[in-house]
């Protein structure tokens, strides 16, 4: 009887730590299409309208009882979103493989979307390994064609004059995307006929545990670094300076002009 | 915006031999030759600082003589492409 309140205690702890995520992907959701609004930058609105979709997924398997397959359209849709945001952010007018990668993660979504039915027709040990399989493939591309989109920009931004809460967004997406990346491989340890966060079986709990863990990582590293506290940004920047010439700053255009001519001449 | 402008500045001045200062105060004069006055800052986007390069900085480059200019656009026209992520990213 303690044995089974440990367990319930314990799915309630790691259902919390889901509530969590999904209040955070709501959020940064939200904020990523205010933002858009008002910086004009496209490629928000793609990661804002992809979390409130994968949000709402979560929010439908709670509450609503969407059906598995309607939810795995919402998370494909998100997923190819994030592949689109991944695109706009790093690799606009860049000749690389980035039409290669949106592709195979459209294929791929689709691909889960059929398993997904086909699951749902005829439950049987193959159909449940194909679809985790999948899911396993196409969520490691587009989490990890993030992480090395970004690990190659901050590779290059690292020793660069910017200040460190920007390098420190940087290195959180880094990490929070691996770990999100691995998140569909652990249902591999399962058997097929288990559910996750099954109270009867102690497997089923710590597979429950890990993805609500990851989750909840993912969610919240990525709301502090981009809705990211001006307190915490100070603290981040603390002992940086900035080389500030005040007096060119406030030099007219013909005087800066001048300037210019005189340090190039300087110069020779 | 304000943090790739730092960032482009600074290899702009070891191009053409000036301080960062004076190349931020070249590369905002262009921006506003390019853009107008009116447009705020946080605003300019990927695309805008790209046609800015492109097209008034080299003019300004062409009429301080430097020598070369088109490499020079090029270099920071392919940083800027490179490092498009620091106005994605940093200007949010």
Request: net charge positive; with cysteine; aromatic share 14%.
């Amino acid at each position: 009887m303690r044995y089974r309140m440990i367990e319930i205690s314990l799915l309630l702890l790691f259902n919390s730590f889901l509530i969590l995520f999904i209040i955070s992907m709501v959020t940064c959701g939200i904020y990523f299409i205010i933002r858009t609004i008002q910086l004009k930058l496209l490629n928000l609105i793609f990661i804002g309208i992809g979390f409130l979709l994968v949000s709402f997924r979560f929010l439908g398997n709670f509450f609503i009882g969407l059906g598995s397959t309607f939810e795995e359209i919402l998370v494909s849709i998100g997923f190819i979103f994030l592949v689109i945001f991944t695109n706009l952010t790093f690799h606009k007018d860049r000749k690389n493989g980035k039409l290669v990668v949106f592709f195979i993660v459209i294929m791929l979504s689709v691909f889960q979307i059929i398993l997904d039915i086909h699951y749902t027709i005829e439950m049987n040990p193959t159909s449940y390994y194909l679809q985790i399989v999948n899911d396993l493939i196409y969520t490691f591309i587009t989490f990890n064609w993030l992480t090395y989109s970004t690990y190659q920009a901050y590779r290059k931004v690292k020793n660069a004059d910017l200040e460190p809460w920007i390098k420190v967004r940087y290195k959180v997406i880094i990490y929070v995307s691996v770990i999100m990346s691995f998140q569909p491989a652990l249902p591999i340890f399962l058997p097929w006929n288990i559910p996750i966060g099954n109270p009867s079986y102690l497997s089923s709990i710590n597979v429950y545990a890990v993805l609500s863990i990851q989750s909840l990582i993912f969610g919240l590293g990525f709301s502090i670094v981009w809705i990211m506290p001006k307190k915490l940004k100070r603290i981040l920047n603390n002992g940086y300076v900035r080389i500030e010439n005040q007096d060119v700053l406030e030099l007219s255009e013909d005087d800066l002009i001048s300037k210019i001519k005189q340090e190039m001449e300087a110069e020779q | 915006m304000i943090e790739i402008i730092h960032y482009l500045a600074n290899i702009l001045s070891t191009e053409i031999k000036i301080s960062p200062p004076a190349a931020r105060g070249l590369i905002k004069l262009s921006i506003k030759d390019e853009l107008g006055p009116f447009k705020p800052i946080f605003r300019i986007n990927y695309t805008d600082l790209k046609n800015t390069l492109e097209n008034s900085l080299k003019k300004r480059l062409n009429n301080l003589n430097v020598n070369d200019s088109d490499q020079i656009i090029k270099n920071l026209v392919f940083e800027l492409t490179n490092n498009q992520s620091i106005i994605k990213i940093g200007n949010v």
